[in-house]
């Protein structure tokens, strides 16, 4: 493999071209979102910690960057039908919203055991919300006649070339604005963020670790590298509820092929890192969003020999949007 090739097109569902045309199309529409830092973070993780904050992203997560990207690829034959997606959380709500943005209709099949805050926000932002039972299958078949009946174009959450490319962008702007970055460590469900970040981060720079964060109870991604298959499970259990979906086939080969490894952490090491956002960044993150700082201060990645190198580390703080029943049972335990 030639990190150094620009267009992996033939072999991959993005490259650091659709990338940057991506990043053309949304940047007037989105947040370059802020980098912060923390000495005492800092002095805990024994490294330079930089926070890419996409909680602050419009939607709330980095979700919107995709969404919008997606949205605004249509033709106008295509925008004229709308669009359709299934998701539980914050996809679901970043569709709604740059679909609004269009002014064309966003149909999303949400599961009944959805996070009530991320259904508020679809609706905040005018999409049609059509309940389904909690179940992958019910998702999918819910959504696929959603779309035979409208004729709605299908988004998957993560799926998709044209999401993998807008989730990029964020490594356009953290390599831009820091450029001495050696290592970037990104939550991981279905694969498309992670995908993007790793896509373009070391198309730009070949030698970057990219390393994936993923809850025990929701640990496909780590089985899939261990095997080089791959992997999904019968079911998952953990508070990340963003971290939920199983790798894709067109996101599993980037991942396979671009993830350096995955980091899994505990339940309650998301909780105390999510703590330590609110208590030390000042930032409301969802459980998702704190993993990355979970991970970095996890023995498996601070007891790791193979990383005492990595002195410049992004975080990306994938979202903010959490349920604050949920947030106070998990912060009062």
Known sequence: MDLKKDNWTDQYAADLSSIKEAHKRIKSVIHNTPVISSETLDGMAGRRLLFKCECFQKGGAFKFRGASNAILSLDEEQASKGVVTHSSGNHAAALSLAAQMRGIPAYIVVPSNAPKCKVKNVVRYGGEVIWCEPTFQSRQITADKVQQDTG????????????????GTISLELLEQFPEID??????????????????????????????AEPVGANDAALSKESGRLVTLPQTNTIADGLRAFLGDLTWPIVRDFVDAVITVEDKEIVEAMKLCYEILKVAVEPSGAIGLAAVLSDSFQKNPLWTDSKNVAIIVSGGNVDLDVLWEALSK
Not at 152 to 167: F, K, T
């Open 183 to 212: 290592t970037i460590i990104v939550p991981i469900s279905g694969g498309g963020l992670i995908s993007g970040v790793a896509l373009a981060a070391k198309s730009i720079n070949p030698s970057i670790r990219v390393l994936a």
């Open 152 to 167: 709605a174009v299908l988004i998957h959450p993560y799926n998709d070339s044209r999401i993998i490319s807008g989730q």
